[in-house]
């Protein structure tokens, strides 16, 4: 699996679009990114994944660049619930995920 | 929605006993995986099975075993709990076996403390 940079830490204003980037230099063709996230004491949470194309859902957007070297994960109206760490990984095939250290997001009330 | 299921959110057994945690899913998931994730060592693969009676090893299988007799229920053995044992469990599950694309749904994990 590419490895994958992301920002130790992020503050975002409660009610604002919260802009998580993600960097995936090695990627390639056939991996996908995904996107988890993590609340204090919990499992991991599946939020969002894709391969080329911008996916949404009704947890958040996923951007990827169109050299699929960076993508960013969107969540368009943060709330408090929302402070976590988040993980951006990129993988291929169906064993075991790896995550690196996140972004471990804070929500400002 | 996914449903994960892990029977314990926190246990305590003694150096020595024979430990056993469950998992269960209920939406028919072919993959299940049992990880331990650690501060600063991440989210470590013990075992993951694609099938019914199959297991494969991953990272770090040592003191661990598996079984996975029905489709829906994956335990993890520890045959002699060890206080290095002591961590956060999680089990997750995935569709199908030869996807790329499928991603793996958690439990919320049974943090274990061996003393």
């Known amino acids: 699996d590419a490895k994958t940079t992301q920002p130790t830490s992020m503050d975002c204003a409660e009610g604002r679009a919260a802009n998580l980037p993600c960097n995936h230099s090695?990627?390639?063709?056939?991996?996908?990114v995904y996107w988890y996230r993590q609340i204090h004491s919990q499992g991991p949470q599946y939020i969002i994944h894709?391969?080329?194309n911008n996916e949404t859902n009704e947890m958040a957007s996923l951007i990827i660049t169109e050299d699929r070297k960076s993508s960013t994960l969107i969540l368009p109206h943060a709330t408090l619930r929302d402070t976590a760490v988040y993980y951006c990984?990129?993988?291929?095939?169906?064993?075991?995920?790896?995550f690196g250290k996140g972004t471990h997001l804070i929500i400002q009330p | 929605d996914v449903k994960v299921t892990q029977s314990s959110r926190y246990l305590v057994k003694r150096t020595g006993e024979k430990v056993f945690l469950e998992c269960v899913q209920d939406?028919?998931?072919?993959?299940m995986f049992w990880y331990r994730q650690d501060p600063g060592l991440g989210l470590r693969l013990i075992y993951f099975?694609?099938?019914?009676?199959?297991?494969e090893k991953g990272d770090i299988p040592e003191g661990y075993s598996v079984s996975r007799e029905k489709k829906e229920r994956f335990s993890l053995i520890l045959e002699s709990a060890s206080t290095n044992q002591t961590s956060m469990y999680l089990c997750?599950?995935?569709?199908?076996?030869?996807?790329?694309?499928?991603?793996?749904?958690f439990g919320d994990g049974t943090r274990l403390s061996i003393l």
């Open positions: 090695t990627i390639s063709g056939n991996e996908y």
């Open positions: 997750a599950s995935s569709l199908f076996a030869g996807a790329f694309n499928q991603p793996q749904h």
């Open positions: 099975s694609y099938d019914v009676k199959m297991k």
């Open positions: 894709g391969l080329k």
């Open positions: 939406m028919d998931h072919e993959n």
């Open positions: 990984i990129v993988r291929v095939g169906a064993r075991g995920l790896t």
